[in-house]
């Protein structure tokens, strides 16, 4: 199964609103509304930020924003902070079971 | 609060088959999850491996199926990974997480443990 494609880099100043695009295909991010994204530190365990394209778990920042249209979802990031410069992942369910992860976006606080 | 922690050998010989074992808190294995396997070769991305029902029912990652067995053991609250004829290849970070797939939060590892590094190397 082909890994979801994800802008390699991103980045932005404090205040300012970033998005981070992952495309898939009808199979996946277009079949379903099963789109996640995790944020992971160096070092540290992926964490789980938005959930079914953009439902965001208890104590996520509402500054973290997710959409899709067709293949593609996006997350936005709104008012930067320097705490937000991590790696984050999309994943998207796959049918029968499957579950496939993005390649990684690297967000740079500059 | 679940929590998730993984254990096995961090090295591995090639061609011989690698272990790990996810022991869960927190969170009866018995009810209504899937538990998984997700693994990270080092500086790269994410990749999926396979998630178990309590009931034994399994998914695999297609590329992975011929070589992976997921299996949990109710009793002792704990899922198994065996990955056999590695490589150098297999290298990576294992991590064991849930998989949710309930009305209200669907498709998605909430849970996550923090991982154990396994090198294949002789």
């Known amino acids: 199964q082909s890994a979801l494609t994800q802008p390699p880099s991103a980045s932005g100043s404090p205040g300012q609103s970033v998005t981070i695009s992952c495309t898939g295909t009808s199979s996946d991010v277009g079949g379903y509304n099963y789109v996640s994204w995790y944020q992971q530190y160096p070092g540290k365990a992926p964490k789980l930020m938005l959930y079914e394209v953009a439902k965001r778990p208890s104590g996520v920042p509402d500054r973290f924003s997710g959409s899709k249209s067709g293949n593609t979802a996006s997350l936005t990031v709104s008012g930067l902070q320097t705490e937000d410069e991590s790696v984050y992942y999309c994943?998207?369910?796959?049918?029968?079971?499957?579950?496939?992860f993005g390649g990684g976006t690297t967000l740079t606080v500059l | 609060q679940v929590q998730l922690q993984e254990s096995g050998p961090g090295l591995v010989k090639p061609s011989e088959t690698l272990s790990l074992t996810c022991a869960v808190s927190?969170?009866?294995?018995?009810?209504?999850?899937?538990w998984g396997w997700i693994r990270q070769p080092p500086g790269r991305g994410l990749e999926w491996i396979a998630n178990i029902y309590h009931s034994g029912k399994t998914d695999y990652n297609p590329s992975l199926k011929s070589r992976a067995t997921i299996s949990v053991d109710t009793s002792k609250n704990q899922f198994s990974l065996s990955l056999t004829s590695v490589t150098a290849a297999d290298t990576a970070m294992y991590y064991c997480?849930?998989?949710?797939?309930?009305?209200?939060?669907?498709?998605?590892?909430?849970?996550w443990g923090q991982g154990t590094l396994v090198a294949v190397s002789s």
């Open positions: 994943s998207s369910y796959a049918d029968p079971g499957r579950v496939i």
């Open positions: 997480a849930r998989w949710a797939d309930l009305p209200g939060v669907r498709r998605v590892f909430d849970y």
């Open positions: 927190g969170y009866s294995l018995s009810s209504d999850y899937y």
